[in-house]
Every structure is written in structure tokens, then in C-alpha cells.
């Protein structure tokens, strides 16, 4: 695996780009929407919940249930509607584990009930029509851009929920198939993000106590990667993990 460092200053490549975020209140989204304007970036946010100030009042944002495909239809309208065009989107938006399959409840038959698949809908279907608008919009933007997906280190290691480590195996499926699909044939590159434990509201607190808060990196650390995939254009089919703040290419980087 190969670990790099990230400057500031490469980030600085971004500038006057136009980035859609999904998930843009909180964590991981909003930490890189801030790195984003930080960067002289166009932000076009949205979420489920309202940004927080001060983004709140000068991010423009559409509420948008990324499992929902019109409302995301309706996310991408208007952020061409403000900008014109769409260069990069950050496929970020996610929710902690529902299922591992063991639940034992039953409906008044006494019929086991199927799984709450929201979690796959949401981290999963949600990215896929994510992944699929961006492809639909990027291409049509003079310049091209990109797509960075948010993964985990469940993308590719053991990790019992299985919702969420099989919506995150996806995310990679993602990655490896549309890396064939996109540049050098369309004027877009996709990556992803793989972040280890992040402290953001995922995360219930006791579990940071359990895992000792010295072993869980700040959002920032997360916000840096998905930048760096934007601003650099050698990047393509990456899936950078990110563990105290370190990062490691895992898929092109040496022995990925
Ligand atoms: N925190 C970690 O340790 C960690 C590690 C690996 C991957 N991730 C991933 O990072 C991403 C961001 O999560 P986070 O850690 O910042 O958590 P977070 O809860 O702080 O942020 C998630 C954001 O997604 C929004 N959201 C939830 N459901 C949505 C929906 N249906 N449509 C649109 N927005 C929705 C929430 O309102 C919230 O603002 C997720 O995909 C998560 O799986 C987090």
C-alpha cells in the first residue's frame, strides 16, 4: 500500500470548481464543504437536515433524500440552475447499521418480518443514483470533472453489520466497475474515500470511549482526501483510506 501525504496548497487546484455534496450537515460532509469553500470552491450543499450556520446562510442547499431519485434529480436541476454547470460530486450521505440478518421479530402470524433494508437504500441505491446523475451531468460540463464516493475501511474488511459493510463492499463495486466505464472514454474520474473511525455523529459516543478517542481522526482528515481526489487529475479509480490522519491508496497505490 502506498501512503501519501496531502499539502494545502495541491488543494488549491480546486478553485472556481462546482461541487454537489450529499450529506453536507454534518461529519464528513460538512467538514468538506467548509474545505471546499476554504478552497475557492462553488458548493452547491445538500442533506436531509438543514447546514448549520454559518453555511446555513451562504451555501446555497436543497434538502434532498439521496434515496429518493427525484428529489436528487431535483438536487443536480438546481445546481446547474445556480452555476451553469457541474464539475465534481462528493457521493457522501450515509447512515449507521439496521441489520445483521439475525433479528428474530415476527409479524402477528407469527412470520418472521424481512429485514430494514434503509440502510442499503441509503448508503448503496442512494450512491448509485448519486453516481448516475453525476455521470449524466459532468459530461456535459466543458472541463469534466469527477465523482468521490464515500466507502469505509468496511469496504473491503470484516465488519459485522451486515447492511452496512455490504452497502460499503458496493461503494468499492462501484469504484471498480465505473473506473472501466469513465476516463479515458468520458471526461470524468471517479475515486473514493475509505475514512477508519471519524468522529461525526455515526458514531455514538460510548463506542469512541470503547475505541479510545486517540484512535479516531477528525472529519478535516477525511475532508482533505475527498479534495485531493477532486483537485488532482492523475487520480482516477483510487480508494484512499484514511487512518489518523494518514493516508494510504489502497486500489492503484503499490501491492493495493
Ligand atoms: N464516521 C465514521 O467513522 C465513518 C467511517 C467510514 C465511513 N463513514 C461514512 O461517512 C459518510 C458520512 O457520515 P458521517 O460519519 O459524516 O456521519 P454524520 O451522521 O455526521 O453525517 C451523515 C450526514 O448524512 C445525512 N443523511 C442521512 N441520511 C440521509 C439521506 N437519506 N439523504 C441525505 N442525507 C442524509 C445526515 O443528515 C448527516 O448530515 C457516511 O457514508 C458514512 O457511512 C463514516
Redesign the pocket.
Known sequence: MTNFTISDSELDAIKDQVVIV??????????TTRRLIQHGVKVFA????DLPEPEKSRVPFLK????SWAQQVALFKAAKQKYGHINHVFA?????PKTTLLEDEVNENGDLLPPILTTIN??LI?VLYTVKLAVYHIKQSPTGGSIVM?????SFARFSPTD?TTS?HGVYGILRSMYENLHPKLPIRINAV??????????PRELIDVIGSDK?QS?DV?ARSVVCLMADRERHGQMVYSDRGEFWDIETGENG
Open positions: 450529499t450529506g453536507a450537515s454534518s461529519g464528513i460532509g460538512l467538514a445538500s442533506d436531509i437536515n434532498t433524500d439521496v434515496s457522501n450521505a450515509g447512515i449507521a441509503i448508503n442512494g464515500t466507502g469505509s475501511g468496511s452496512y460499503k475509505a475514512p477508519s473511525w471519524t468522529d461525526t455523529s455515526i458514531v479516531v472529519p477525511v
